[in-house]
């Protein structure tokens, strides 16, 4: 009996150490820009308005384009020091990131330490697959993202984040960590879904895009989101399933239906 006992506790650990805390969903995508002005410009097009921006000794730092209350894209200006425009990293938001965190060391995952960080949020950040920086945040009371709620809310033509796109060399090894060492359950489609209940997800594919971010954005009928973007004036193609425009530096912006 005692055996018996000791081997259900097992396979109880073992089904609950590969399963993830849960998460809230994506939080924002970081991209470095040649034209922060510009890129504002285009995404205040679609919809997306800037919330407020972080300063290093007079010099914008970031722009946080807000797509939701819990969402954002952060403009990073190109410099001298930091050149290469495209995509940065991606962040996830939970309200439990200090389970996460410790689950994350427990898996010998060597995440970095828990943290404030400069907008008032915890957070902690993580090198993923080809050293790709992987970000986790908490919202947390007085923080400017949680200061904004309810303000500089557009007029999306779409109103959540639904999917990110990270390109690698090796799909195979990162499929794997995102499956194995992150435990995003993968889809029908074959996209990696974040734990939890947001439907949202990452998905992986060849470097073809090279360094630029690919980002889907959900409406209710890509019909009227046709017809919206051209109403406004925003060039954009059809694809199955998809309307796809791109940003002034290139990055892939889509519109899909949910589920699409």
Known sequence: MRKLLLFLLLCVTAAVSAQSVPMDGLAHVAIRVKD???SRA???KIGFLEAFTI??????DRSFIKINDDQFIELYPQTEKQPQIG?????FYGSDLESLHKQYEREDLKPHDLKKA???NLLFTMEGPEKQNIEYTQYMPGSLHSNDHGKHLGSPVGPKLISVSLAMKDVPAARAYYSEKLHFPITKTGSFAIPGTSGETVVIEDDQIGARMRVAFQ????R???ADLTKRGVPFTRAKNALSTTDP????VEFREHGS
Not at 219 to 222: E, P, T
Not at 249 to 252: A, F, S, V
């Open 36 to 38: 922060v002005p510009a």
């Open 42 to 44: 285009f995404y205040e």
């Open 55 to 60: 300063d290093n000794k007079g010099v914008l």
């Open 87 to 91: 995509f940065l990293h991606l962040c």
């Open 118 to 120: 400069g907008a008032g």
């Open 219 to 222: 409406v209710k009928s890509l």
């Open 224 to 226: 009227e989101a046709a």
């Open 249 to 252: 530096d290139g990055n892939i």
